[in-house]
């Protein structure tokens, strides 16, 4: 018996031992073919690889959706007018599930086997910040669409942004509330787990301190949380004329009705991460009254944005987001660095994107400054009735 | 004052949630010695059947009691197959293997919740049609309580008496309580103890499933991973009040709400969700029987 057992498990185990040299052999043979094949369309080529990371799916999916359907909107426009230098954009996008982890892979996946020239994405600060020193290492162009993490561009020579920084729309949201608004005191409830949202804060803190304000009480909650009463409740005691929240949307809306549940009457105020149809939809009618600051507003009347948002209702049907509006600008900025840059080399073409100036652009004339940041200006944003209503534009 | 108090009506009103997934847990370790780690996602299961109970009846327009009670009953009887299903063709097959396998099953089967959720449902999260949303607020000075919170608080209490009542003074409870002392005994005694155990199953999901529709509707945004953090506190709830002990699975949920607001409004925001394990290690080295638990002599 005991004998039958053991020659079992040695036939099982020589099994497993061919199966994986099988196994292994089968892909290093695929893998070698997929290399070659790349390359070999790589040098004859006539279309241009860019690559596309964002969170198709998860909890900030509206983020990727939006800037995807950004992008692809402008490089169809870009291919119907003849492309760049006589060739296609071609655009890959991979889904990193809204996980830092996963945009890392993504990149990799991006530039060592579809060999593209230059890099788009994230909206999310954490994830363009697990993307870039990839990017930078493999010297590809990345440009972020609406990343406002200062550290992002920091990275490296090859990092841009189309949007400001988190210290510009920190300060904004607080001349906002002191000059327009006439506010003393103000709470802050801030996401411990999102570079973004602490960047925000801290920003916000400081301005508002400068200008002669108050910060009465500083709160936290980390992402993914549902219930932010208790943190309410402390704030309520400390009886603020605003809360400020720079988190997503997700949260956000959860905030409000628990705000307006415990009689909360202080509006709430907000940064980009704000900007998602399911804001009011979460929030109902608790978010009214509130603001954010955003890069872009689909009321503003001028030509270009108004072209822009009746091509993108046109092909999804819906008015486009402050997202779509930041993807369709990077796309824009990367192919007119393309058609000036010498050729697209990695270096060539990053000198190409850092020498853009007063490129009028959806969102505003985007100039990319020293430290490859978008110079422009924001709007603020007043959330009344369901509707998004412009309120606002503060310049640099 | 106004700050405690309105701390305790928070504290009390998420205790009960936890409660209602904690029942669950300690039911079938009760009875099987499983923890079922699955049981946080039925509860997530039953907050997606509610919304589209909610979204096929259309009760997101009018809001009313009777709208929520058959939203609660669509998605408890939902549950209570799926706790039915998981039952049958993932842990009876292993009944008579080391309790190791069930335990890494257990693992397996919720994982498997979790991700066909985010195939099936889409891993955006989704908002929870406000299918019942009382008029009005009574407050007393600046204390505020939301009438939902007490009907929640409501539903969670008569639920748990209903099952106190089936436990302890029905057959079906008899039976329970024989089998979580002996199956082998009690299968002499010529209990079906297969059939009881599903039952056992079947009551717990169908908790779960209440309390997935009372959270949808007094925090309105549901996604497939919702059921991760809750499935795990309300483990921690049931092993704090001695795992395996109806009780005091609701005592220890209450307890561990009211901490988490006390701690999260006067002290650590950010170490809500390490107070839960905190708890659970102190449990495990000071009294690893829990408030409520009984010592029970390890039967050779």
Not at chain 1, 57 to 65: L, R, V
Not at chain 2, 1 to 17: A, D, T, Y
């Amino acid at each position: 018996m005991k004998f039958n057992i053991q020659s079992q498990v040695q036939k099982f185990s020589t099994n497993r031992v061919l199966v994986t040299i099988a196994l292994a052999t089968l892909v290093a043979v695929g893998g070698a073919c997929k290399k070659s094949q790349t390359s070999a369309m790589n040098a004859a080529s006539d279309v241009i690889r860019v690559g596309e990371v964002g969170s198709m799916t998860g909890q900030e999916a509206t983020f990727g959706i939006s800037t995807h359907q950004g992008i692809e909107l402008a490089f169809k426009q870009i291919n119907a007018a003849g492309g760049v230098k006589g060739k296609k954009l071609e655009l890959i996008s991979l889904d990193d599930q809204g996980k830092p982890e996963e945009a890392a892979t993504a990149t990799t996946k991006l530039i060592t086997q579809n060999g593209i020239t230059a890099l788009l994405g994230e909206v999310a600060s954490s994830r363009s910040l697990a993307m870039a020193p990839i990017a930078q290492n493999s010297k590809v162009p990345m440009i972020t669409p609406s990343s406002t993490n200062p550290k992002v561009t920091e990275q490296g020579d090859y990092i841009f942004r189309v949007c400001f920084i988190d210290p510009f729309q920190g300060t904004v949201m607080a001349k906002f509330a002191r000059e327009n608004l006439k506010f003393s005191k103000i709470a802050i409830l801030r996401d411990v787990k999102n570079d973004y949202s602490v960047g925000l804060a801290n920003y916000f803190s400081e301005t508002f301190k400068k200008m002669g304000g108050e910060i009465v009480v500083d709160q936290s909650y980390s992402a993914g949380d549902i219930d932010f009463k208790s943190q309410l409740t402390s704030i309520r005691a400390k009886k603020p004329e605003g809360i400020f929240v720079p988190g997503y949307y997700t949260e956000v809306g959860l905030i409000a009705r628990q705000a307006h549940d415990l009689g909360v009457t202080a509006p709430l105020l907000g940064g980009d991460g704000w900007d998602s149809p399911k804001l009011t939809e979460i929030g109902g009618t608790a978010i009214n009254g509130s603001y954010f600051s955003n890069h872009y507003t689909p009321e503003d009347k001028s030509p270009q944005v108004q072209s822009f948002i009746a091509k993108y209702k046109e092909a999804y049907g819906s008015i486009a987001d402050g997202e779509a509006a930041m993807g369709y600008d990077a796309a824009l900025i990367l192919a007119d660095a393309m058609n000036r840059a010498k050729s697209l080399e990695g270096a060539d073409l990053r000198d190409a994107i850092a020498a853009t100036k007063n490129y009028q652009a959806v969102t505003g004339k985007i100039t990319i400054d020293q430290n490859r940041n978008a110079v422009k200006s924001a709007v603020v944003i007043k959330v009344d009735g369901g509707q998004l209503k412009y309120q606002t534009t503060i310049n640099p | 004052m106004v700050e405690f108090l309105q701390h305790l009506i928070n504290g009390l009103s998420l205790g009960s949630i936890y409660a209602l997934i904690a029942l669950g847990y300690t039911m079938v370790f009760g009875i099987l010695q499983l923890i079922n780690f699955a049981h946080g996602d039925v509860y997530m299961l039953g907050a997606f059947i509610g919304m589209y109970t909610a979204r096929a009846f259309h009760y997101g327009q009018s809001s009313s009691l009777s709208s929520l009670l058959v939203t609660m009953a669509f998605s408890m009887i939902g549950c209570a197959l799926i706790g039915f299903m998981i039952e049958r063709f993932a842990y009876r097959p292993l009944r008579r293997s080391p309790r190791i396998n069930v335990l890494i099953t257990a693992v397996g089967v919720s994982l498997f919740l979790e991700f066909s959720g985010q195939l099936l449902f889409g891993s955006d999260p989704k908002f929870f049609p406000q299918i019942y949303t009382p008029a009005g607020d009574w407050s007393i000075g600046q204390l505020r309580i939301n009438p939902l919170q007490v009907i929640v608080f409501g539903i969670s209490i008569t639920l748990m008496t209903i099952l106190q009542y089936i436990i302890f003074r029905t057959r079906l409870g008899r039976a329970m309580r024989a089998v979580s002392f002996s199956h082998d005994l009690a299968s002499l005694m010529g209990i079906p103890t297969d059939q009881v155990i599903a039952y056992t199953f079947m009551l717990g999901s169908a908790l779960a499933g209440a309390a997935g529709v009372m959270v949808g509707l007094t925090y309105p945004k549901i996604e497939p991973l919702m059921g991760v953090m809750p499935g795990l506190k309300a483990f921690v709830a049931a092993v704090l009040g001695g795992i395996g002990n109806v009780t005091g699975a609701v005592v220890g949920a209450i307890v561990l709400g009211l901490a988490e607001e006390l701690l999260v409004g006067y002290w650590a925001p950010t170490y809500r969700d390490a107070l839960a394990f905190a708890i659970l290690i102190l449990i495990l080295l000071f009294k690893p029987t829990g408030l409520f638990g009984v010592r029970r002599t390890e039967k050779v």
